[in-house]
């Protein structure tokens, strides 16, 4: 039981190791490319440091306008209330 038990301990740390070397190898790589990359791309149209740009007009839309205030509201009495939302009895047929 120890002898299978250490040869998946050497299996797992074999493995472990090739995979960090290639995520290594893989990091550099990409860390050599992005060297090569311009500082700024151009995504659509102008260039966005230039104050004469135009731009799409900026609104505004308030997330609380249908909200209306309902304080201060008089109680109604609470029998009046409770009759209101209970069940009618059945008629007997």
């Known amino acids: 039981m120890l002898t299978l038990s250490a040869a998946k301990s050497a299996a797992a740390s074999a493995a472990r190791g090739r995979h960090f070397r290639f995520h290594m190898l893989l990091t550099g790589a990409a860390l050599a490319l992005s060297g090569c990359m311009p500082a700024t791309t151009q995504v659509a149209g102008a ?47």
């Open 47 to 93: 260039d966005p440091a230039d104050p004469s740009a135009k731009i799409a007009p900026v609104g505004y839309r308030s997330t609380i306008a249908p909200y209306t205030s309902l304080r201060p509201a008089a109680p109604a009495p609470w029998r009046d209330r409770n009759d209101a939302v209970t069940p009618q009895p059945k008629q007997d047929r």
